[in-house]
C-alpha cells in the first residue's frame, strides 16, 4: 500500500497496522472471514490500508465468548476493575500523537483536533478510574422497625456500543471507560470508514487485558457494515445498546432494541444554534462561531448550523465574520497551520453540493464559500448562508460547513427559532445580561441538552454529561451520573427482626 511505503505514514506500523489487517477481534484473537474494504484518505481518496471485514460467524462466536467473560469481569472488584482502566489511560498516552495522527489521516479532521480526540479518552480513563470506587448506592429509611431499605447497584452483563466516522474512538471512550469499571464487558462496532482507528484503539485494549492475564473477551471488537450493527441491535445478550449516527438509522436501532426489552442511548443529529445579543462581545462571539461551525469541517454533530444576529449587530458581525472565513486555511489536515480538513468521504462532498443546489432553490443567499475545491480529495469551502428561518433546508442537518445566518429583533423570538427544530442537542448564547442568561437557561429557555453561554456550542467537556433532547435521542454519556445507565438498579429491603409488620400498616391476618 501506497501510505505505508510513505515515510511520514511510518507510525502505522507503530501501531500494529499493516497493508491488510484482520477486523475481527473476538474470543482474545485477531480474525476475519468477511469481505475485503480498503480504507482511504479523504485528503487524496488513496488507499491506506485494506482490512477484513468481521462476518456473521465471528459476531456469533465473538459474542459467545464476550458474554461468558462478563461472568468473570462484573465479580472483579469495582476498584480493581479501575485499575485495569488506569493503565488503558496509560497506555493509550504512550501512544497519543500516534493514534491522534491516524485519526486525522482517516478520518480527516486537523491534527489538533486528532489528538484531542485521543486524549479525551485518557480524560474519560481518568475520570472512570474514580468513579470506580464513587458507584455508590443509598440508604433509605423504611417506615417498618427492624428493616433496612438500600439500593444496589450491579452491572448489566454486555454493553454494545456503536460509533460514527466523525469521532471514530473519542465516543467509544465515554461509554467503554464507564461500562468496564461498572462491571461490563464491551461490544464495538466501529464505523466502516475509519476500521485503521478501530483496530488500533482495540490492539492497545486488548494488550493490558493480555498483560494482566484477563480474557480477551472482556473488550470485543468488530469492523463490518449495517449488518453487524443489527445484530448488536437485535442479541438480547446485550441490554444496552450505544448508538452513534444519524436519527433515522438511530431510530431504527431503537426500535429494534426497544421490541426486545433492551435500553438504548442514543446520539444523533443536531441542527444548533448561536444567538449573539446587542450587547454580546463581539470578537469573542465571531471566533466562537469560526470555530463551531468550522471544526472538524462541520462533521461534529455540536456543529454550529445556525447563527442567530440581533438586528442592530446583524451587519457588523457578518463583515467580520466573512473576514476570518477568508483567513482559513484549507489543506492536508496533518500539516501545521491548516484549519480545514476535507469532507470524510467523495459522498460527503456530492451532498454538501447537492445541498448548497437545494439552498440556493429555497431563496438562501450565499455571501460566502459554496463551491467545492478542484483536487484530488474531499475538499469545499466554508460556507455562509443568509436565510430565512422558515425554509425547509435550515431544519436539516447538513453534515459540512454551511452556517446558516437570520436576524431577529427579540430575546423570545430568538428561542422560538432555536427550539423550532425537530433536533435539541447544543445551543449557545451570547449576552452580559444576567437576566437573558438565566432565562436563557431556564424552563422557558433553549430546549437542548446542552445549553451554554458566551462559548461554542461545541468542545463539551467530559466531567457533564453528553446528549440532546427531541430528534437528538435523549442519551446521555460519559459524566455526571451517566454511569448509572450502565447498571440495574435494585431496591433491597432487609427484615433483621422477627416480627413482620407489612407496609401500609396492611394487615393480613
Known amino acids: 500500500m501506497g501510505s505505508f511505503a510513505r515515510r511520514e505514514h511510518q507510525f502505522l506500523a507503530e501501531l500494529g497496522l499493516a497493508p491488510r489487517n484482520p477486523g475481527s477481534f473476538a474470543c482474545g484473537a485477531w480474525g476475519g472471514s468477511g469481505p475485503v474494504v480498503a480504507s482511504t484518505n479523504p485528503t487524496n481518496n488513496q488507499v491506506i490500508a485494506e482490512v477484513v471485514e468481521a462476518s456473521a460467524r465471528d459476531y456469533k462466536e465473538g459474542m459467545r465468548a464476550c458474554y461468558d467473560a462478563a461472568k468473570t469481569w462484573m465479580a472483579i472488584p469495582a476498584p480493581k476493575?479501575?485499575?485495569?482502566?488506569?493503565?488503558?489511560?496509560?497506555?493509550?498516552?504512550?501512544?497519543?500523537?500516534?493514534?491522534?495522527?491516524?485519526?486525522?489521516l482517516e478520518m480527516g479532521k486537523i491534527l489538533p483536533e486528532?489528538?484531542?480526540?485521543?486524549?479525551?479518552?485518557?480524560?474519560?480513563?481518568?475520570?472512570?478510574?474514580?468513579?470506580?470506587?464513587?458507584?455508590n448506592g443509598s440508604i433509605i429509611p423504611s417506615e417498618r422497625p427492624n428493616h433496612m431499605m438500600m439500593e444496589v447497584w450491579n452491572p448489566l452483563g454486555v454493553v454494545g456500543v456503536i460509533t460514527a466516522f466523525n469521532f471514530p474512538c473519542a465516543v467509544l471512550g465515554w461509554n467503554a471507560c464507564i461500562a468496564l469499571v461498572c462491571g461490563n464487558c464491551v461490544v464495538w462496532k466501529g464505523a466502516p470508514t475509519t476500521p485503521l482507528i478501530t483496530i488500533a484503539m482495540t490492539k492497545i485494549l486488548a494488550g493490558v487485558l493480555e498483560k494482566n492475564n484477563l480474557p480477551g473477551a472482556i473488550f470485543t471488537a468488530f469492523c463490518g457494515g449495517a449488518d453487524i450493527g443489527q445484530a448488536?441491535?437485535?442479541?438480547?445478550?446485550?441490554?444496552?445498546?450505544?448508538?452513534?449516527?444519524?436519527?433515522?438509522?438511530?431510530?431504527?436501532?431503537?426500535?429494534?432494541?426497544?421490541?426486545?426489552?433492551?435500553?438504548?442511548?442514543?446520539?444523533?443529529?443536531?441542527?444548533n444554534a448561536i444567538?449573539?445579543?446587542?450587547?454580546?462581545?463581539?470578537q469573542l462571539a465571531v471566533r466562537s462561531v469560526l470555530f463551531a461551525a468550522v471544526g472538524t469541517?462541520?462533521?461534529?454533530?455540536?456543529?454550529?448550523?445556525?447563527?442567530?444576529?440581533?438586528?442592530?449587530?446583524?451587519?457588523?458581525?457578518?463583515?467580520?465574520?466573512?473576514?476570518?472565513?477568508?483567513?482559513?486555511?484549507?489543506?492536508?489536515?496533518?500539516?501545521?497551520?491548516?484549519?480545514?480538513?476535507?469532507?470524510?468521504?467523495s459522498a460527503s462532498r456530492e451532498a454538501f453540493l447537492k445541498g448548497i443546489q437545494t439552498i440556493r432553490s429555497q431563496g438562501g443567499k450565499i455571501l460566502y464559500g459554496g463551491s467545492a475545491i478542484e483536487s484530488e480529495g474531499n475538499f469545499v469551502q466554508p460556507t455562509i448562508v443568509e436565510i430565512s428561518s422558515s425554509a425547509p433546508v435550515v431544519r436539516e442537518e447538513l453534515f459540512g460547513p454551511v452556517l446558516y445566518v437570520m436576524k431577529f429583533q427579540t430575546l423570545k423570538e430568538a428561542i422560538e427559532i432555536n427550539n423550532s427544530v425537530s433536533q435539541g442537542l447544543s445551543s449557545s448564547i451570547f449576552t452580559r445580561r444576567p437576566d437573558i442568561i438565566f432565562k436563557w437557561i431556564g424552563p422557558h429557555g433553549s430546549?437542548?441538552?446542552?445549553?451554554?453561554?458566551?462559548?461554542?456550542?461545541?468542545g463539551a467537556e467530559i466531567g457533564g454529561a453528553f446528549g440532546g433532547e427531541k430528534a437528538t435521542g435523549g442519551g446521555r454519556e460519559a459524566g455526571s451520573d451517566s454511569w448509572k445507565q450502565y447498571m440495574r438498579r435494585t431496591t433491597c429491603t432487609i427484615n433483621y427482626g422477627s416480627e413482620l409488620p407489612l407496609a401500609q400498616g396492611i394487615n393480613f391476618g
Open 81 to 104: 476493575r479501575g485499575e485495569i482502566v488506569r493503565q488503558i489511560g496509560d497506555a493509550l498516552r504512550a501512544k497519543l500523537h500516534h493514534l491522534g495522527r491516524l485519526v486525522s
Open 114 to 135: 486528532g489528538i484531542g480526540e485521543v486524549q479525551e479518552i485518557i480524560d474519560m480513563c481518568d475520570y472512570a478510574v474514580g468513579l470506580s470506587r464513587q458507584l
Open 232 to 271: 448488536i441491535a437485535l442479541d438480547t445478550r446485550i441490554p444496552l445498546v450505544s448508538f452513534t449516527g444519524s436519527t433515522k438509522v438511530g431510530l431504527m436501532v431503537q426500535q429494534h432494541v426497544n421490541a426486545r426489552f433492551g435500553k438504548c442511548l442514543l446520539e444523533l443529529s443536531g441542527n
Open 275 to 282: 444567538i449573539v445579543m446587542d450587547d454580546a462581545d463581539i
Open 297 to 345: 469541517a462541520g462533521q461534529r454533530c455540536t456543529t454550529c448550523r445556525r447563527l442567530l444576529l440581533h438586528e442592530s449587530i446583524y451587519q457588523t458581525f457578518l463583515a467580520q465574520l466573512v473576514e476570518v472565513y477568508k483567513q482559513v486555511r484549507l489543506g492536508d489536515p496533518l500539516e501545521t497551520g491548516t484549519l480545514l480538513g476535507p469532507l470524510h468521504t
Open 447 to 458: 430546549d437542548c441538552g446542552i445549553v451554554n453561554v458566551n462559548i461554542p456550542t461545541n
